[in-house]
């Protein structure tokens, strides 16, 4: 991966399409809508299908991002990039349904951070909106963000939780996001709409994440929690890419899809590699638990083969990122967590 010192530049990686993406997107007929378009990784996965569909000389076929666009700098950065922004609050089903009719859709709406000051409106985010949305879109290919932490702690010496695994996880958050889930599974049922429910763990972007977390304190020189002592991680282009390729493995019902790194991170490894490269000594706090949330994300890699970003190459640019006093988004993961209290 080539040295990513600016956001431009590092929004230009998240976006590149892959081989797999291409493939996808000519496989497929119709538009393209992301609902939920306005967080972490919208932007860039919207931009993703944009720059796929435009080098197969398909620049005809729209893709929309559909958010509520607080920031009228984040709708102009898409539409500079050709794609078309609607705003739009997914819990006034008049505004939903007054959406384009549209085939392929990802649906990246939820809420996570504030769960503990208002789980109510976490619930409403988590499985009302999914409700409309499913209602509004019965005979559209639905690819449903969801979490890795539907999934309850599991021991640090198994293979991680699978997809087949009971869904019995902790907190308001996690449950909510079970509900989620649930929903389109009902839908589904109800009107045999083909979906997937895209279950990611810790996406990796310079400006976010786990990697970014542990680099940040350790360069702050701030404690590191060992407690929950491992984590998956993924490239955040590399999810785009699977997120999108999902689309033509949507079913009815919905099947589930971990969608992370194989490799087990330890955090304390992470803390201590950053340190070497920060040239300081990190400070390491706790003891690792016997459980963490883990996840077997063997599935994917048959489906879509090897990530094409490593671990090594994601540190070595987090190191560099956070070393120049580059952007954070200033929303940490929490990975610490062990109660689902976030």
Not at 91 to 107: E, G, H, S, T
Not at 297 to 319: K, Q
Request: with cysteine; aromatic share 8%; proline share 6%.
């Amino acid at each position: 991966m080539k040295p990513l010192l600016t956001h431009a530049a590092l929004e230009d990686q998240l976006s590149l399409p892959t081989a797999g993406v291409l493939d996808m997107l000519q496989s497929l007929q119709g538009d393209f809508m992301v609902l939920g378009a306005g967080g972490k990784m919208g932007p860039s996965l919207a931009r993703m299908i944009r720059r796929g569909l435009d080098s197969l000389g398909q620049s005809e076929r729209r893709v929309f991002a559909v958010s509520r666009f607080s920031s009228p700098a984040a709708a102009a950065e898409l539409q500079q990039h050709g794609v078309q922004t609607i705003a739009c609050d997914l819990l006034d089903r008049a505004a939903v349904q007054a959406l384009p009719d549209v085939p392929n859709i990802i649906f990246m709406a939820g809420q996570k951070f504030g769960t503990q000051d208002a789980p109510e409106l976490t619930w409403v985010m988590n499985t009302l909106v999914p409700a409309i949305v499913a209602e509004r879109y019965p005979h559209s290919r639905i690819v449903v963000f969801s979490t890795a932490c539907v999934y309850p702690l599991s021991s640090t010496a198994g293979t991680g939780s699978r997809e087949e695994d009971l869904l019995d996880p902790p907190g308001d958050y996690a449950n909510s996001c079970v509900g989620r889930e649930r929903i389109f599974m009902h839908f589904s049922k109800k009107n045999g709409t083909a979906a997937l429910l895209f279950r990611l763990s810790y996406a990796i972007d310079l400006r976010y994440g786990v990697l970014h977390d542990v680099a940040q304190k350790v360069a702050q020189g701030l404690p590191v929690d060992v407690t929950m002592g491992y984590a998956n991680v993924i490239w955040q282009g590399d999810a785009n890419a699977r997120a999108i390729q999902c689309l033509n493995h949507t079913t009815q019902p919905p099947c589930a899809l971990n969608v992370t790194g194989l490799e087990r991170v330890s955090i304390r490894h992470l803390a201590e590699e950053f340190g070497r490269l920060f040239g300081r000594a990190p400070v390491i706090v706790g003891e690792e638990g016997a459980t963490a949330w883990l996840f077997d994300a063997s599935r994917s890699y048959e489906w879509f083969g090897p990530p094409t970003v490593t671990l090594e190459e994601m540190i070595a640019a987090t190191a560099q990122w956070v070393s120049q006093g580059g952007q954070s988004l200033g929303k940490p993961t929490h990975f610490e967590t062990r109660d689902g209290k976030f």
